[in-house]
């Protein structure tokens, strides 16, 4: 998958009609663009320049949030934990695999509910939730702290068979996530 310039413009309409109620979102008022990692540095771009102009042409307010900086909050929490075995890594990587998409999450949530409903948000820079945090989680916890605005999220990654997510190459657990999935 290299950068795909017609499937971006694709993300960009899909977000748009979901934010104005014309796109079913199964549940889910997201809409998910996945590219591939090498394209990171491209699509930062593209989201903050294209996307947030497009949108406001559109009549949309949008915000757009860098998830790693928040990842990184929530790992400072534990980056003075002493590791003296094999055993506290394993405790750590489970405590983090629990925890790491929901305490990201709630800060998101935090955030976003200082905006507008009408407000569309963004979210990119996602790869740093690997190999702990799945999107798809990451998604479904706003959901679970109230968020119900548009959430258009660029993400690397992949999309199989419309439901299934992949993200930086490991299958997501989702049992089939509803959202919006440009492909």
């Known amino acids: 998958m290299s950068w795909d310039e017609d499937r971006f413009d694709r993300f960009v309409d899909a977000t748009i009609s979901m934010a104005r109620g014309e796109l079913p979102g199964y549940g889910y008022c997201h809409v998910l663009l996945p590219y591939a990692p090498s394209d990171e540095v491209h699509c930062i771009g593209q989201v903050r320049l294209v996307l947030g102009a497009r949108l406001s042409q559109a009549g949309f307010d949008s915000n757009v949030f860098a998830v790693a900086p928040l990842v990184a909050q929530v790992v400072s929490r534990y980056a003075k934990r002493e590791l003296a075995d094999a055993d506290d890594f394993r405790l750590l990587e489970s405590t983090l695999a629990t925890t790491l998409t929901s305490a990201t999450a709630e800060l998101l949530a935090r955030d976003i509910r200082k905006l507008s409903a009408e407000t ?14 799945h999107v798809s989680s990451l998604l479904q916890a706003l959901q679970g702290f109230g968020v119900r605005n548009t959430v258009a999220v660029a993400y690397p990654g ?24 440009v492909t």
């Open 158 to 181: 992949g999309a199989g068979g419309g439901l299934q997510l992949r993200f930086l190459g490991r299958n997501e657990a989702t049992g089939g996530y509803r959202g919006h999935i």
């Open 120 to 133: 569309v948000v963004v979210l990119c820079r996602l790869g740093a939730l690997y190999p702990f945090g």
